[in-house]
């Protein structure tokens, strides 16, 4: 099966500066990557996604690039403000698969 | 749309107990998925169901746990003599009917229901 690393595990990162999350994903048939964002004792909440027919997707202060020759895939943040500290969990899928496959999260924490 | 909702949002059981844990799904969905997160780790897979059936479970542990999605009613993850380690953040999610030309699983979570076992 599927199997999705990310890293780092915990991020810090002064306001205003960028913060990337990396991912690896070892299924070849994997064509949608999601990126969630979770805030403490909330749910998952979706915040950008790319599927394998594009190698970058930007949205506002959010992007998203995919590598699939090498089978990684990162979540770029620039001008982090306070209210980005969450952790973020990147995920992988396929057409047709039943579920997502989750890395296991990344605690960033942005400094005032 | 009020989303995805479970409940309970908390439940605190003692060992050898039963949980039932619920999950309705947006209005629209019909496919339902649980998933289980540890304290400071990811989710994991356990099951996925469309109405009355159960798809894959794959992820399920073999005892004490047991999911349905009846045709009426929302979807209920079952555990059955539960244990400390069964102490966790329990996510139900559901995404749209079939996956269309883009054939992802595009989910939206619920809240979560936090377990603790004494």
């Known amino acids: 099966g599927e199997n999705v690393e990310q890293h780092p595990s915990t991020l810090s990162v002064q306001e205003g500066d960028s913060a990337v999350i990396k991912c690896t994903y070892s299924d070849s048939a994997s064509n949608y990557f999601p990126w969630y964002k979770q805030e403490l004792g909330k749910r998952p909440q979706l915040i950008i996604d790319?599927?394998?027919?594009?190698g970058e997707k930007k949205d506002q202060r959010i992007a998203v690039t995919l590598n699939k020759t090498a089978k990684h895939f990162s979540l770029h943040i620039t001008e982090t403000q306070p209210e980005d500290s969450a952790v973020y969990f990147c995920a992988a899928s396929q057409t047709g698969a039943n579920n997502l496959f989750f890395g296991t999260g990344t605690r960033l924490t942005v400094i005032p | 749309n009020a989303g995805v909702m479970q409940n309970p949002r908390h439940l605190v059981r003692r060992r050898g107990q039963e949980a039932r844990l619920r999950c309705s799904p947006m209005k629209g969905h019909s496919h339902v998925y649980w998933y289980r997160q540890l304290p400071e780790e990811g989710l994991k897979f356990m099951v996925y169901?469309?109405?009355?059936?159960?798809?894959?479970e794959s992820g399920m542990p073999k005892e004490r746990f047991s999911a349905e999605f009846p045709k009426e009613g929302p979807s209920i993850l079952r555990i059955q003599q539960v244990v400390r380690g069964d102490s966790a953040a329990y996510f139900c999610?559901?995404?749209?009917?079939?996956?269309?030309?883009?054939?992802?699983?595009?989910?939206?979570f619920g809240a979560g229901s936090r377990l603790t076992v004494l």
């Open positions: 169901l469309q109405k009355e059936n159960i798809i894959d």
């Open positions: 790319i599927r394998s027919n594009v």
């Open positions: 999610a559901s995404s749209p009917r079939g996956q269309g030309l883009s054939g992802a699983n595009v989910l939206t």
